[in-house]
Nanobody, 122 residues
Framework: QVQLVESGGGVVQPGGSLRLSCASS????????MGWYRQAPGKQRELVALINGFQTTNYADSARGRFTISRDNTKSTVYLQMNSLKSEDTAVYYCVQGGWGRCVLEGKCDYWGQGIQVTVSS
């Protein structure tokens, strides 16, 4: 069984930065996707960024150019560096892990973290 533990959320002003981390326990398959989805109040859940163990990445258009996802396979940990944050980035961010195709294309990741709040507000 895989458990995902998120950290690094909080409150930041517009234009600021935050770094999310997610540590995975249990078996991690190198080809699997690890990364982040988010859900804002009243909105559907959406992909933010995913990465596999070969460093292949997939970003949402809203994240590309502002967010950077990275992965340390030795620590089974994924990071999301978020810069130039906007109010519309306010959401609960969920760490995910699963098969690349299903997780990226269908949002059907095998494992989900409990979620961490990111609030961008002045």
């Amino acid at each position: 069984q895989v458990q995902l533990v998120e950290s690094g959320g909080g409150v930041v002003q517009p234009g600021g930065s935050l770094r999310l981390s997610c540590a995975s326990s249990g078996r991690t398959v190198t080809s699997n996707a690890m990364g982040w989805y988010r859900q804002a109040p009243g909105k559907q859940r959406e992909l933010v960024a995913l990465i596999n163990g070969f460093q292949t990445t997939n970003y949402a258009d809203s994240a590309r150019g502002r967010f950077t996802i990275s992965r340390d396979n030795t620590k089974s940990t994924v990071y999301l560096q978020m810069n130039s944050l906007k109010s519309e980035d306010t959401a609960v961010y969920y760490c995910v892990q699963g098969g690349w195709g299903r997780c990226v294309l269908e949002g059907k990741c095998d494992y989900w973290g409990q979620g961490i709040q990111v609030t961008v507000s002045s």
